[in-house]
């Protein structure tokens, strides 16, 4: 079984590719997809259709350009892995969660304890939560190689 997975979340650790080198190593089948991960890029995704003079303006398009790739890509994955991580307040993540659920495309919460509550009901509506990329890579694991 193939999957294609989008991984969506915080920028600032290397989360990513502990779940993408975890799987490679057990021999999986999946498509990572993920949003630009480049902050600077990502800022300036709207520029190319002009500069702005107020940032609101600036924000509002890049945050439409980017939107194109992402949500062209939660709607063709098969699961999605939302991570909340502590340096900042990830919106976007949370928005992703919600399409998710509002696309019924299964979805996986990775995030710390300490944000269970603030996180409840994306929580809820997620097939697994987990604590660390090591756990994702096991229910990856499981849903392609179980029989």
């Not at 650790?13 to 999946?30: A, S, V, Y």
Request: some cysteine; glycine content about 6%.
């Amino acid at each position: 079984m193939q999957l294609s997975v989008y991984l969506s979340g915080e920028i600032h650790t290397d989360w990513r590719e502990q779940i993408i080198n975890g799987c490679k190593e057990h021999g999986l089948d999946i498509e990572f997809t993920s949003a630009v991960t480049d902050h600077d890029a990502s800022d300036a995704a709207g520029d190319l259709l002009g500069a702005e003079d107020k940032q609101f303006w600036r924000d509002h398009k890049s945050a439409k350009v980017n939107a194109i790739r992402i949500k062209t890509l939660l709607e063709t994955c098969d699961v999605a892995v939302i991570r909340f991580g502590e340096k900042y307040k990830q919106w976007n993540a949370a928005f992703d969660a919600g399409y998710c659920a509002a696309l019924g495309t299964p979805y996986i919460t990775l995030h710390n304890e300490d944000i269970i509550h603030p996180l409840k009901e994306v929580d809820a509506s997620a097939m697994a939560w987990a604590t660390t990329p090591e756990q994702v890579v096991e229910i990856l694991k499981y849903t392609v190689k179980q029989k």
